[in-house]
C-alpha cells in the first residue's frame, strides 16, 4: 500500500511540475531542458534495450507491480507534456499570426479624414 | 435626455462580419441613418458581404485570412481608436439581430450616469425570448464570468456594448475565438469603471438561429478560459 502511494505521489508531482515549468518557462534555458530531457530520455530508451530487466527494476523501486506500467506511466506524462507544450506553441503561433494579419488588415484599410495612424496598434 | 438632438459623429459601430453578405449592408444602411461611422471589419468571408458592407458607406477593413470575432473585435477597435474625434465604441453583430433604438438607449444612459461601459442585456426585460436551453446556456455562462470577474451583470454574452474611448483604448482581446466574450469581461471588471446594463432586444431570425452559441460551445469557452 506504502508502495502504491509512493509511486501516486511521484506521478502527480511530475505532471504538476511539467505542467508548471511548461506555462512559466520561455526561452533558451527551457529549450535546453527539453534537449537535454529528449537525450536522457533516449539514453534510457537504449538502455533499457539492452537491459530489458531495467524497467522491472525502476518499477519495484518505485513501487509499481510491473515495468510495463511504468512504461505507460512515463507515456502517460511524456503525452501530457507534449500536448501542453503544443498547445502552447500553436497559441503564441496564433498570437503573431494575428498580430500580422491585423497590421495588414488595417493598412491596407481605408481612412475616414484627419485620422492619424495608431502606434498602439 | 436624448442623443436624437446630439451629434452621433464621436461614435463608432464596430461591426465583426464573416460571411453575411445577405444582410449585411442592410445592417449598415440601417445603422448609418443614425450612426454614421460603421467600420465593418470582415474577418476572411468567402462571400462579397465586405463589398456590400463598403457600398451600403461602412468603413471597411479586411483580414486577410480568417481569425475569429475576437480578433475581429480588437482589429475594429484599433481602427476607431485610430480616428482622433471617436469618443464612443458600440459592439454591433453584423447578422441584424440588434437594434438601433437599443444602442441609442445605452448611449444615453452613458451619458446620462457618466458610465464608461453600458452592456446590452436580454434579461432585464421580457422582450427577447430565447429557446429554454439557450437560456440555460446563457445563464451558466453569465454565472461563471460573474465568478471568475467580479462583475455583476445579467448577460454577459451580449454582442452589444458600448464602451467609452478611455476604455477602448485599455482593451487588448488576445481570445480570437469564442471565450473573446468573457475576456472583454474579465478586462473591463479589472479596469474598475463605471458599468452599467441596459435591456436590449435580440432578434432571434431563424438565420441567427442556424448560428449562435450551442451547449457545445460553452465548453470550447470554458477550456479556452482556463489555458489562457
Known amino acids: 500500500m506504502n508502495a502504491l502511494v509512493l509511486i501516486q505521489v511521484l506521478l502527480i508531482l511530475v505532471v504538476i511540475l511539467v505542467v508548471a515549468r511548461l506555462f512559466r518557462s520561455r526561452g533558451a534555458r527551457a529549450q535546453a531542458i527539453r534537449r537535454i530531457g529528449l537525450v536522457v530520455f533516449a539514453a534510457f530508451a537504449a538502455v533499457s534495450i539492452l537491459f530489458p530487466d531495467v524497467w522491472s527494476r525502476l518499477a519495484r523501486l518505485v513501487g509499481v507491480g510491473r515495468g510495463t506500467d511504468l512504461v505507460l506511466y512515463a507515456l502517460v506524462v511524456a503525452f501530457l507534456s507534449f500536448t501542453v507544450t503544443t498547445y502552447l506553441r500553436f497559441r503564441d503561433l496564433e498570437t503573431n499570426y494575428t498580430r500580422l494579419a491585423r497590421r495588414i488588415a488595417l493598412s491596407e484599410a481605408p481612412r475616414p479624414a484627419a485620422a492619424d495612424d495608431d502606434p498602439a496598434a | ?228
Do not use: C
Not at chain 2, 58 to 72: E, S
Not at chain 2, 101 to 112: E, N, P, Q
Not at chain 2, 198 to 227: C, R
Open chain 2, 1 to 228: 435626455m436624448s442623443t436624437r438632438g446630439t451629434s452621433t459623429d464621436d461614435v463608432w459601430l464596430v461591426v465583426p462580419l464573416f460571411n453575411e453578405e445577405s444582410v449585411i449592408a442592410d445592417v449598415v444602411r440601417d445603422a448609418r441613418r443614425t450612426f454614421p461611422n460603421v467600420v465593418v471589419v470582415d474577418d476572411g468571408s468567402s462571400d462579397r458581404g465586405a463589398d456590400a458592407a463598403a457600398s451600403a458607406g461602412a468603413f471597411v477593413v479586411r483580414h486577410p485570412v480568417n481569425l475569429g470575432q475576437g480578433a475581429a473585435l480588437q482589429t475594429g477597435f484599433d481602427y476607431a481608436r485610430s480616428v482622433p474625434s471617436m469618443q464612443w465604441v458600440v459592439t454591433f453583430d453584423a447578422d441584424g439581430q440588434h437594434q438601433v433604438s437599443d444602442v441609442r438607449d445605452m448611449l444615453d444612459k452613458a451619458r446620462a450616469e457618466d458610465l464608461q461601459v453600458v452592456f446590452g442585456s436580454r434579461f432585464l426585460d421580457d422582450r427577447t425570448t430565447p429557446s429554454r436551453m439557450k437560456k440555460l446556456v446563457l445563464r451558466l455562462a453569465v454565472g461563471y464570468t460573474n465568478i471568475t470577474t467580479g462583475t455583476k451583470l445579467t448577460d454577459a454574452h451580449n454582442g452589444l456594448r458600448v464602451l467609452r474611448r478611455d476604455v477602448v483604448e485599455r482593451l487588448d482581446i488576445t481570445q480570437n475565438r469564442m471565450a473573446h466574450a468573457s475576456e472583454l469581461v474579465a478586462q473591463i471588471g479589472e479596469m474598475k469603471v463605471r458599468y452599467g446594463e441596459s435591456p436590449v432586444h435580440i432578434l432571434y431570425t431563424d438565420y441567427s438561429k442556424t448560428k449562435g452559441q450551442s451547449l457545445w460551445n460553452s465548453v470550447n469557452i470554458l477550456v479556452e478560459l482556463m489555458f489562457r
